[in-house]
Structures are given as structure tokens and as C-alpha cells.
């Protein structure tokens, strides 16, 4: 029971900072500029923290290949790509970068 306790726990922790914006949009016009456009960045926010470190760690020696692959997802982003299209330029360039 313990463990389920923990499970259902560090779900609702993820899970709240993706959902509180969706269901905050009703009283959004009411607050500060700044609160407003934070409230929208923290999906994103929240999955870079958790998408950024794994990047790095999860290549093992070849964590370059990890840091490019974000650099390219960045890159495509940037310019107002589709999501759909910085993945798969992200898969590729990683998928590149391990091959050499």
C-alpha cells in the first residue's frame, strides 16, 4: 500500500503543474501580465525539467548525441516548426550523431 501511496503521489505532483493552466484559463484575465504568461510556460517548463537531464544522462559517454538532438528540437522550435517535425528532426539528429 505503500508504494501505491508513493505512485499515486509523484503522479498527482506531475500531473498538477500540466493540468492547473487548462483549468485556470477562466480566471486568467484577471491576474498580472507576468502571472498569466508564466501560468502558460509551466507545461512547458515542467517538461523541460524533466526531458533536459535525461538527454544529457541517458547516452551514457555519448551524451553529445543527447545535448545535439536537444539543440535541433530548439532550433526547429524556434523558427515555428510544427512539434511533429521537431521530433523527427530531433530522432534523426540524434540518431545521426550516434551513428559516427
Known amino acids: 500500500m505503500n508504494k501505491?501511496?508513493?505512485i499515486l503521489t509523484?503522479?498527482?505532483v506531475t500531473l498538477l503543474p500540466r493540468i492547473i493552466p487548462y483549468f485556470a484559463s477562466s480566471f486568467l484575465t484577471r491576474l498580472p501580465k507576468f502571472i498569466?504568461?508564466?501560468?502558460?510556460?509551466?507545461p512547458v517548463a515542467s517538461l523541460g525539467a524533466l526531458i533536459f537531464p535525461l538527454?544529457?544522462?541517458?547516452?551514457g559517454e555519448e551524451?553529445?548525441?543527447?545535448?545535439v538532438g536537444v539543440c535541433a528540437a530548439f532550433i526547429t522550435s524556434y523558427f515555428k516548426g510544427p512539434m511533429i517535425v521537431a521530433i523527427i528532426i530531433s530522432l534523426a539528429v540524434t540518431t545521426?550523431?550516434?551513428m559516427i
Open 4 to 6: 501505491l501511496a508513493l
Open 10 to 12: 509523484c503522479s498527482l
Open 36 to 42: 498569466r504568461k508564466c501560468m502558460m510556460l509551466l
Open 55 to 59: 538527454a544529457l544522462t541517458d547516452f
Open 63 to 67: 551524451w553529445i548525441a543527447g545535448l
Open 96 to 98: 545521426g550523431v550516434l
